[in-house]
């Protein structure tokens, strides 16, 4: 009987959709900035509809127990009386995991710990 190698795969990992709208609203968080459902779409070419479902993913413990703020913007009376109102959505760690990854950070020499905690805005 003789045996087949089997060829290693160089498959890539490709991020999901949900991780993929955790870093971006993680990365406009530490810009202040916060992004609609229009934007992110945008940003991200997913559907709005599935953005809104993965932000409700995202509060859940499996997924990382981040806290999902959400508040209404402000561009002027005119267009929200015309086209409803427009919410706007910002993510964070939520105090558990934080908490979980404290160690990880005491660890880092100070010059890494900064350049990676240091946002391109």
């Known amino acids: ?5 089997k060829a ?14 955790r870093d971006v609203l993680l ?3 530490l810009c202040g900035s916060w ?15 599935s953005i809104s479902a993965q932000l409700r993913h995202l509060r ?6 981040y806290v999902v703020e ?4 402000r561009d002027g009376v005119l267009r929200d009386a015309e086209r409803g109102a427009t919410w706007e959505y910002r993510v964070r760690r939520g ?15 100070k010059n890494v710990a900064a ?5 391109a805005c």
């Open 70 to 73: 959400k508040r209404l913007r």
């Open 8 to 21: 290693h795969s160089t498959r890539t990992r490709v991020a999901s959709q949900r991780e993929v709208l």
């Open 1 to 5: 009987m003789q045996r087949i190698k």
């Open 60 to 65: 859940q413990p499996k997924y990382g127990s």
């Open 115 to 119: 350049a990676m905690a240091a946002p």
């Open 95 to 109: 105090a558990k995991a934080a908490a979980r990854r404290r160690w990880a950070r005491k660890a880092l020499p």
């Open 35 to 49: 992004l609609t459902l229009r934007e992110l779409s945008q940003l991200t070419r997913f559907g709005e509809a």
């Open 27 to 29: 990365s406009a968080t």
